[in-house]
């Protein structure tokens, strides 16, 4: 577990290195992402090898980290409140038209190349 | 030192945070177990809420909290590298088909920051709540970033981000049902790049492909707001 952690901070490390090196406007974890993907790629890892054990156990409550941030909605909560209508509808609309979009798009197109296939 | 004095300094303790996050959070999951794994209850919502009212309640600060809260949101950066490990298992499957993703990808995120800025404003909002809006559906370590470069309110676009992904966890896999989308590539697909990790949370319960997609989906919608942000926000504010 300890191991794997190491890992995944170290692909972290190598990633937040790499943007500022190239000079990229992309996350550090997002690069470190692609670092971990590189590495298992090279060298399948055993099923219950630490980078995987730690992955899977970090995985499986995600949605807890994003709590402390979230707690921030505490403090705006009068802008929310002074602009309630264009936040609110701004927000789910524009979350539909992408998540929308997105799934056309995608369909679509994986349709089109099967049935190219197909011919 | 008397009851005050000792209780005034355990409750704006770093610990304090940790433990109120973990046990509001884990007061999320039980509810969403009672409710059999509904949809509708998301630990991050109940999390938030039982977070923001004890910390009114005891009458502890947002900056007090996050003294321990960003202990736990730390974890955020190893846990976005994780994310290399369900997309590694799936891999085959995104090359076999890499065409048709990209072009959603990219497509998606743009009209996500342009309907965010337009509908804002055209509902009276002000152009700096556009400017906080435009980078909410990406994830949130890059919408604070995008967010300061076109000038927005970095804190603000952090819970918007966060509203976001709830939303899209919450209501992204029933809308997607409705819409008849069965494919597991691209409903991960969509719920990944209209609302990031909280939604990718979710889809890595639906099934194993959906949560990879989702989180190749927010890994690159997150690069491709990075030019799409810049790129439109001045022209549209």
Redesign the interface.
């Known amino acids: 577990m300890i191991t794997g952690?190491l890992a995944?901070?170290t692909?972290?490390l190598v990633?937040e290195l790499l943007v500022r090196l190239l000079d990229v406007?992309?996350?550090?974890?997002?690069a470190?992402?692609?670092?971990?993907?590189v590495a298992?790629?090279l060298r399948e890892p055993r099923k219950d090898a630490g980078?995987?054990r730690?992955?899977?156990g970090?995985?499986r409550?995600?949605?807890?980290?994003?709590?402390?941030?979230?707690?921030?909605?505490?403090?705006?909560l009068a802008?929310?409140g002074a602009?309630a209508?264009?936040?609110v509808?701004?927000?789910?609309?524009?979350?539909?038209?992408?998540?929308?979009?997105?799934?056309a798009?995608?369909?679509?197109?994986?349709t089109?190349?099967r049935r190219r296939a197909e011919r | 030192m008397n009851v005050v004095e000792a209780w005034d300094a355990v409750r704006s303790s770093p610990v304090f945070a940790v433990a109120l996050t973990l046990a509001a959070y884990r007061a999320g999951t039980w509810l969403r177990g009672r409710s059999g794994g509904s949809a509708w209850v998301n630990p991050v919502l109940v999390a938030i809420v039982v977070v923001g009212t004890t910390l009114w309640a005891v009458d502890v600060d947002y900056g007090t909290y996050l003294e321990g809260g960003s202990i736990i949101a730390i974890f955020l950066g190893p846990a976005t590298v994780a994310l290399a490990w369900p997309l590694h298992l799936e891999l085959r499957l995104v090359r076999r088909s890499a065409g048709p993703l990209l072009s959603a990808i990219v497509v998606g995120s743009g009209v996500a920051v342009v309907v965010a800025v337009v509908v804002t404003r055209s509902l009276g909002g002000d152009e700096l709540l556009a400017r906080s809006m435009a980078p909410k559906s990406t994830t949130t370590p890059v919408a604070i970033a995008l967010s300061e470069t076109v000038a927005g309110v970095p804190a603000l676009t952090a819970v918007l981000t966060i509203l976001t992904g709830i939303l899209g966890a919450v209501a992204g896999p029933r809308l997607l049902t409705l819409l008849r989308v069965r494919d597991e590539r691209v409903r991960g697909l969509a719920v990944g790049v209209s609302a990031h990790g909280i939604g990718t949370a979710q889809m890595l319960q639906e099934s194993r492909t959906a949560g990879a997609f989702s989180g190749l989906a927010m890994a690159l919608s997150a690069l491709a707001s990075s030019v799409w942000v810049p790129l439109l926000v001045p022209r549209l504010t």
């Open positions: 952690l995944l901070l692909c972290q990633g406007p992309v996350p550090g974890p997002v470190g992402m692609v670092v971990l993907l298992l790629q980078v995987v730690a992955a899977e970090l995985l409550h995600l949605q807890l980290l994003f709590v402390p941030a979230g707690v921030g909605v505490v403090e705006h802008v929310i602009s209508v264009p936040l509808v701004g927000l789910a609309v524009s979350w539909f038209a992408a998540l929308a979009t997105t799934a798009v995608a369909a679509g197109l994986l089109l190349g």
